[in-house]
């Protein structure tokens, strides 16, 4: 059993925590958020002011802890402080692999190893502009993209 990664990333106000804000609420009492523990407060809130509830982690193997069966949607803000979280990248992998459903919102410069790291390994690389357009990257390595027609990240 397989589940799907999905990844927004974009220049600063593009929108990428709205877009995870709205496929959180999109998937229902089955989702939950996560966020750095040194990202502020116990929920995230977009640049146009929608809010959502986050859990706050110190690392993302935490993430496995606070789980129950109800969940099968996972959000992850991922921002500069977890640069340096080792386990990022496997507990995204197995939570994929266990079949959850992962929206990963990149609030970190696009150049980093971090942000080309994780868009080699979603399903859905969704990249917004400040006027909130998706478009779908089909391949990172030739560099196309098209709009976005995957069901989920429609409004």
Request: include cysteine; charged fraction near 25%; glycine fraction near 6%.
């Amino acid at each position: 059993m397989t589940g799907e990664i999905t990844l927004y990333y974009g220049d600063k106000y593009s929108t990428k925590t709205s877009a995870l804000i709205k496929a959180l609420i999109r998937e229902g009492e089955g989702s939950i958020c996560f966020k750095h523990i040194n990202d502020g407060d116990d929920y995230i809130i977009s640049h146009c002011g929608i809010e959502f509830p986050a859990t706050t982690i110190e690392n993302a193997s935490e993430i496995f802890l606070l789980l129950d069966y109800k969940i099968t949607t996972i959000g992850i803000v991922i921002s500069e402080f977890f640069e340096n979280d080792i386990t990022l990248i496997s507990t995204i992998i197995k939570l994929r692999d266990s079949g959850y459903y992962i929206v990963l919102s990149d609030t970190t410069s696009s150049n980093t190893f971090l942000s080309s790291y994780l868009s080699s390994i979603a399903d859905n690389c969704i990249k917004l502009n400040t006027s909130g357009e998706r478009y779908k990257t089909i391949s990172l390595c030739k560099n196309q993209t098209k709009k976005c027609t995957n069901k989920r990240c429609d409004k």
